[in-house]
């Protein structure tokens, strides 16, 4: 089942390549300049992203897809909609201050807490709980909008300060339940705790560790959850020697590629992450297109824009360029006629046998998905297939 999963087969480019003609190049650019503008359109007032602008329980500004979308914005130049991003994820938080406080309180006092007290994945425009029964506690996207934020600062220069309130919020709140499980990042499996959401986590608590704004008892103590949290994710990963997709799991999910690129739980190249890559790519990858894990049947198990840019952009730090590049163009390719990238395309579906019912349930598949163009920009600025800014500022 898997192409590219060989050794010999690595760097051969894979079907739909055929980006580097001059007409394919040029689609490859529209493509990214058109991913631009479908984000800014999409982008409220407030700074929020909506996850999906016609698919009704998407109609929502999650912190795991914004803290990918803002980090291609800022890539492709768009400072301002990156920060209008991250001052709506500090307004989200300081908002919830006294309840943040409040839960860390009973924690440090022993209370069990109930997984319906905790924050939210995604929130509506204005900021607020969105009022309908969903899996709301994920706690990834906490630690995803700080890592985003510091890849921000360092890349154009910026102060963290207009956003700190929020960001240490944020900080405090993930380093006081890291070890709690809770759902994926595909909304999943809330009894256990995810490698990918750890990675996530990870990341953010490295990023405001790193902050002179950040006072410096929590900067100490945040770089010590984060070794903790490192020094968890690697013991269990030895069991095995990949990571897993839960701790004491032997499961693959093609999120953990995260893990490396962009979180760096790992380097790219350690022999626990090139292990991991190797078995998404064993698993999970089928004719180019990749896949979340082997038991998906949402919308019939199909296969993922925005892991094919997450893989490429692996590809691309590890000098994959072929792959990496076959990845791209592979994404541009599903694009439809309008230029706009759905969530996952139903091919070499998993099971098949799922896919009318949430047809029926929800509609056609979200498209446009934001953080389907995120990732393709992402990937094409990697390659550099265009070069910021992209789209008028
Ligand atoms: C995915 C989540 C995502 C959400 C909004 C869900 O189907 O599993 O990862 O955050 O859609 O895009």
Redesign the pocket.
């Known amino acids: 089942m898997p192409v590219g999963s060989r050794p010999e087969q690595r760097s051969r480019p894979e079907q739909g390549s055929q980006g580097a003609s001059p007409a394919g190049a040029g689609r490859l650019l529209a493509l990214a300049h058109r991913s631009v503008q479908i984000i800014r359109a999409n982008q409220a007032p407030s700074g929020a992203y909506l996850?999906?602008p016609n698919f009704p329980v998407?109609r929502y500004s999650?912190l795991?897809?914004g803290a990918f979308i803002a980090d291609a914005m800022s890539r492709a130049g768009q400072i301002a909609s990156a920060e209008a991003f991250f001052a709506w994820c500090s307004r989200v938080l300081s908002a919830r201050e006294a309840r943040i406080d409040a839960l860390i309180a009973r924690q440090q006092a022993g209370e069990a807490i109930d997984a319906a007290e905790f924050l939210h994945?995604?929130y509506t425009l204005d900021g607020e709980e969105s009022g309908e029964e969903w899996t709301d506690f994920q706690l990834d996207g906490y630690g995803a909008w700080l890592w985003a934020l510091d890849a921000h600062r360092r890349r154009h220069g910026r102060p963290v300060e207009p956003f700190l309130a929020g960001a240490v919020l944020s900080a405090r709140y993930i380093a006081a339940f890291w070890d709690h499980p809770s759902y994926d990042?595909?909304?999943e499996h809330p009894d256990h705790r995810h490698t990918s959401t750890l990675a996530a986590l990870y990341g953010g608590l490295v990023a405001a560790a790193g902050w002179d704004a950040c006072p410096a008892n929590l900067r100490a103590e945040l770089a010590d959850v984060a070794a903790e949290i490192r020094r968890t994710v690697v013991a269990d990963a030895e069991r095995l020697g990949r990571l897993p997709k839960w701790l004491g799991g032997d499961a693959v999910d093609a999120s953990l590629v995260a893990a490396a690129t962009p979180f760096r739980l790992l380097a790219p190249e350690d022999p626990l992450m090139t292990a991991t890559v190797r078995a998404v790519e064993d698993e999970l990858v089928d004719d180019g297109g990749v896949h979340r894990y082997a038991d998906d049947t949402?919308y019939g198990g199909g296969e993922w824009l925005l892991l094919g840019g997450l893989l490429g952009w692996y590809d691309a730090e590890v000098g994959r360029t072929d792959d990496a590049r076959a990845r791209l163009a592979w994404i541009a390719e599903r694009a439809t006629p309008d230029g706009e990238l759905p969530?996952q395309v139903p091919e070499h579906l998993l099971a098949p046998e799922r896919l009318a019912e949430w047809e029926r349930r929800w509609g056609p598949v979200?498209t446009p998905?934001l953080?389907s163009h995120a990732m393709y920009l992402t990937l094409s600025l990697e390659l550099g297939v265009v070069n910021a800014p992209v789209g008028s500022r």
């Open positions: 996850a999906s998407y999650w795991r897809d994945a995604r990042w595909w909304e949402y969530e979200a998905l953080w």
